[in-house]
Each structure stands twice: as structure tokens, then as C-alpha cells.
């Protein structure tokens, strides 16, 4: 199984990352997963501040730092996707400028050597297919496509890749459904530790979003989403949906291409901790302490 790993939009810290990550896939090869990529978003001010860095709101790094990850990423055969998956941002295309400034964004990160990129967003899909069409373009899970028909739809306009709601984990026969009906990629979010069928998951990326373009002095340091979600999760832990490190094998042959690891604003530790278990197929420990929102509470939940 390929691995699609989150890093904080810093250069120093993904420098960091990819030393280790090196490591492990040299030490993960008995295990026939690695790691294929990295994905990451950088500060708004690269694209005007049509795009945010949503969960990773600290981010910093811009288009010349991101040269430097991608050659480096390069020397690992590690890729480097872009996020571009801001929800509900279609509506920000009806003004001229703002596709100006997609366009603009989108041709500075294939200067930078991307040519990878996750999007929320079917004016970027339309745009990336039709002036960048060597780029691989992948579906945030933001979309939900939970459907053969929404699947196969996305797939005709030209995405290599969907990534699935997490949602989905557990339901193995629309998995199998939904990977019958497209050749494109499959990809699946392996540590989101949501709360199954969550009303307030798209609207939480948002806020997240409108969060993280804020300058740092104006924004809410406390996650009223959080706040809701993380009692509920401590009452109904069964009820928090995320796949085990010991399933990998389950999804590998309903023929799913990726698992996504999610947790890219957190420290390195805490993500190198989660990639290993999930490259390693398992944890002797509490599995709450590799999911997020979930870790924050693992000291009172165990899974």
C-alpha cells in the first residue's frame, strides 16, 4: 500500500520529515507498504489569499521553499502534493480576479516542479485539465463522493485520484462499488478519528479555512467544533471512524491505491509516529493517540 503522508508547510520541518521518512521506507519494505508522497499547503499570501493552508494555519513556507522540498523529496522518489482543497470555494470563481489568481498560483507551483494537487474545487479541476493537463489532480474527500455516479462523474472530467469521506471506512461493499466503477486512484484517509456521518465536517474545514487567512492575532484560539466533537467522541468512541493499522491488508485487496495520513499541523513526532504504525501495520499502544482530532484525548479513551 502507498502511502500519502501530511507535513506542515514549513521547509525545515519537511526537511526533517524526509530524513526520516527515507528511513523508513528502507526499513518498511518487508512490510510491502511505503511511502509514495507527501502532501502540504503553503502560506495564503502565494496565492493572493485565494487559497489558505486550512488545518495547518502556522504555515510559512512559500514557492521557493517549496522548490527546495520537491528536489529534495525528489532524491527519496518521495512526490509532493500541493492543497488546493479549500470547501466551498467555488463560489470565490465567480469574480474574474480570483481565477486570475488560481491560474497564476497553479503556473508558479508547476514552475516549482509540482505537478500534483488535491482540490475541493470543480472550476480547479476544469482549469488544471484544461491548461495543465500533465497534472495528476486528486478529490478532496470535501466533495463526498460516496456514489459509483459521483465517482464516475469526477473520473470523466479528468481526476486521477478520489479520495474517499472517511466515512466509508467501514462500509467495504460501496468501497468495492465505488473502486469497480472508475480506473482512477482510490485513496482512503487512514488516522481522521471523526465521528461517523459528523454533520459539521465540511463546515469544520471551513471555519478552518476563513481561520487560517486571519492574521495570527485575530484568530479563535479555541475550535468551537472541536469543543462539540471531542466530548461526544469520549461518550461514543465506537462511533469514531478510522481505519487500524492491522486492516491495511483488507483495503490493499479491495484494490485501494493510497491511505492518507492526516495530522499535517501537528509535531513531527506525533507524525512520524503515526506513519511507522501504519507502514508497519501496528501499534502496541492506544490507537487514539494516532488519530486526530482524537489524540487530544487519548489520555481518556482507549481504541
Not at 525528489?74 to 480570483?98: A, E, M, T, Y
Not at 486570475?100 to 516542479?113: F, Q
Not at 472517511?166 to 480506473?183: C, P, T
Request: overall charge neutral.
Amino acid at each position: 500500500m502507498k502511502l500519502s503522508v501530511g507535513c506542515p508547510g514549513n521547509k525545515e520541518k519537511v526537511f526533517e520529515l524526509l530524513k526520516e521518512f527515507n528511513q523508513l521506507n528502507n526499513l518498511s519494505a518487508n512490510y510491502g507498504n511505503y511511502i509514495n508522497e507527501i502532501f502540504l499547503a503553503l502560506r495564503p499570501i502565494e496565492s493572493n489569499n485565494v487559497f489558505s493552508p486550512g488545518k495547518d494555519p502556522y504555515a510559512d513556507l512559500d514557492i521557493n521553499g517549496l522548490q527546495e522540498i520537491v528536489i529534495k523529496a525528489k532524491q527519496s522518489d518521495i512526490g509532493v502534493r500541493i492543497l488546493l482543497n479549500s470547501p466551498n470555494i467555488d463560489s470565490i470563481f465567480d469574480k474574474k480576479k480570483n481565477q486570475e489568481s488560481a491560474e497564476e498560483y497553479i503556473r508558479k507551483l508547476n514552475n516549482a516542479g509540482i505537478d500534483k494537487i488535491t482540490t475541493a474545487s470543480e472550476f480547479i479541476l476544469n482549469l488544471i485539465t484544461d491548461k495543465f493537463p500533465h497534472f495528476s489532480v486528486a478529490i478532496s474527500s470535501y466533495l463526498k463522493v460516496n456514489t459509483k455516479e459521483r465517482a464516475r462523474e469526477f473520473a470523466d472530467k479528468g481526476a486521477a485520484r478520489i479520495i474517499l469521506p472517511n466515512d466509508l471506512n467501514a462500509d467495504y461493499s460501496l468501497i468495492k462499488e465505488i473502486r469497480s466503477s472508475v480506473n482512477c486512484e482510490i485513496e482512503l484517509m487512514a488516522n481522521l478519528g471523526c465521528l461517523h456521518n459528523c454533520p459539521y465536517h465540511g463546515v469544520h474545514g471551513g471555519y478552518l479555512d476563513n481561520q487560517s487567512k486571519l492574521p495570527e492575532k485575530d484568530r479563535n484560539n479555541i475550535d468551537p467544533y472541536k469543543q462539540y466533537c471531542l466530548p461526544k467522541m469520549q461518550k461514543y468512541p465506537g462511533k469514531i471512524t478510522f481505519i487500524r493499522p492491522s486492516e491495511i491488508k483488507k483495503f490493499d485487496d479491495l484494490g485501494i491505491n493510497y491511505l492518507k495520513i492526516v495530522g499535517r499541523q501537528l509535531p513531527v513526532d506525533w507524525i512520524l509516529r503515526s506513519t511507522k504504525a501504519y507502514l508497519e501495520m501496528k501499534y502496541d499502544g492506544n490507537l487514539a493517540e494516532l488519530l486526530t482530532p482524537t489524540y487530544a484525548i487519548a489520555d481518556k479513551i482507549f481504541l
